[in-house]
């Protein structure tokens, strides 16, 4: 067993590794006395992390019950810490099927040779990656840590005190780092399969490629096995990358339902706080914004990989129209109408099957039932229809 998980990503990579150190991560491979003991390393960590902290903030909304200001700074934090158990959860039960995603990717980009490939491999979204992690660690870190943790026992002595401000300074610092990762995993994952799209897009491009292209006259019979042979091995491709799809879409799903709802719940209620905020409360109000920043970044960054990877795999069909297809012999044409029927069904990420990730997801406003707008002739024809009794 290595100590570090090399990847081609490098920011799957500084993610991965973060969750293997931190013990969220359990390799697939440990047997025996090994594997006791790295579940024995998980649940410490676990509960240094996430459990004392969220006993602590039972403990202290008993004691704030009834001011709905410090109960609803509370409950913050109280829902974050159940979608991180959630998403902890999640990542240990699914952690085979997570690495079977990430290894089926690293074959397919280890063996790019083509210097098109290569490009596109060493630039699959960093700057929006990195942006994410800078933002949405540092906001996070701001608002919990300018939320003080009230411990259910007394901790104003020597030397409890000591031991509950390196506590609390070193969880919130960890909670930030791996909550942070866990994100960049998923956002990281999809990345490798928007790439994985862009590849195929350029296979599809290249599938000519030596080949005499006349339009006036139909290729030849060892020119139509050539094509086919190429053809063959990027439909095996296609259906991969869509099998990836859908494991990220299962293992992620419930996860990001709780992040959804969670995050919804909190922007709508720090929202709304921070226009009741005083302005010379400074402390509070810089906690709801920082949170509230954190939380909107957290939903656009799904909603947006989710839109991206949904357009970049409906690309596929136009990259096959564009080719010389009329060229080809009728079974190609076949094969190649065939995948561009399944083509246009994209790959879509959902959050519990109750929302599919795009943008128009992030920024539409969850009303169901909008209010008909009539027309001048509607209103008159119902009027007329229905006069209303003036006695």
């Known amino acids: 067993m290595s100590l570090f998980i090399k990847n081609v990503n490098w920011s799957l990579c500084f993610a991965l590794n973060i969750l293997k150190f931190a013990g969220f991560l359990v390799p697939e491979k440990v047997n025996g006395f090994r594997r006791i003991v790295a579940l024995a390393y998980w649940f410490?960590?676990?509960?240094?992390?996430?459990?004392?902290?969220?006993?602590?903030?039972?403990?202290?909304?008993?004691?704030?019950?009834?001011?709905?200001?410090?109960?609803?700074?509370?409950?913050?934090?109280?829902?974050?810490?159940?979608?991180?158990i959630i998403k902890i959860i999640i990542l240990f039960m699914k952690r085979k099927e997570i690495f079977d995603i990430v290894r089926e990717g690293d074959e397919e980009l280890n063996t790019e040779e083509r210097e098109e490939g290569k490009a596109i491999i060493e630039r699959p979204v960093v700057p929006e990656i990195s942006a994410f992690k800078q933002i949405n660690s540092s906001a996070l870190y701001i608002s919990i840590r300018f939320k003080l943790f009230e411990y259910p026992m007394d901790v104003t002595k020597s030397p409890a005190f000591e031991i509950a401000y390196v506590h609390q300074n070193l969880s919130v610092m960890l909670v930030a780092v791996t909550n942070c990762s866990l994100d960049i995993m998923v956002i990281s994952l999809i990345a490798v399969c928007r790439c994985r799209i862009k590849l195929l897009q350029l296979t599809l491009g290249n599938l000519f490629q030596d080949i005499d292209v006349d339009g006036m006259r139909l290729l030849s019979d060892d020119d139509n096995r050539k094509v086919a042979e190429r053809l063959r091995a990027c439909i095996i491709k296609h259906q991969a990358i869509l099998e990836s799809g859908f494991q990220i879409r299962t293992c992620f799903s419930y996860s990001i339902l709780a992040q959804f709802t969670v995050s919804i719940v909190i922007l709508c209620v720090s929202a709304y706080q921070v226009g009741e905020v005083e302005l010379d409360n400074k402390l509070r109000l810089v906690f709801m914004i920082a949170y509230l920043l954190s939380m909107a970044v957290q939903v656009f960054v799904y909603c947006y990989q989710g839109n991206c990877i949904s357009e970049e795999s409906v690309e596929i069909a136009d990259t096959l129209y564009e080719m010389p297809w009329y060229v080809c012999s009728l079974s190609i044409r076949k094969t190649l109408l065939v995948m561009m029927v399944r083509s246009r069904r994209p790959i879509e990420l959902t959050a519990g099957g109750f929302a599919t990730l795009s943008l128009e997801c992030f920024i539409q406003d969850y009303v169901e039932d909008q209010p008909l707008l009539l027309t001048e002739c509607d209103t008159l024809f119902i009027s007329a229809k229905f006069p209303q009794n003036t006695s």
């Open 44 to 84: 410490f960590w676990f509960m240094f992390v996430v459990g004392i902290m969220t006993i602590a903030q039972f403990g202290d909304l008993v004691q704030v019950w009834g001011n709905v200001t410090l109960m609803s700074e509370t409950l913050y934090l109280l829902f974050t810490y159940f979608v991180y």
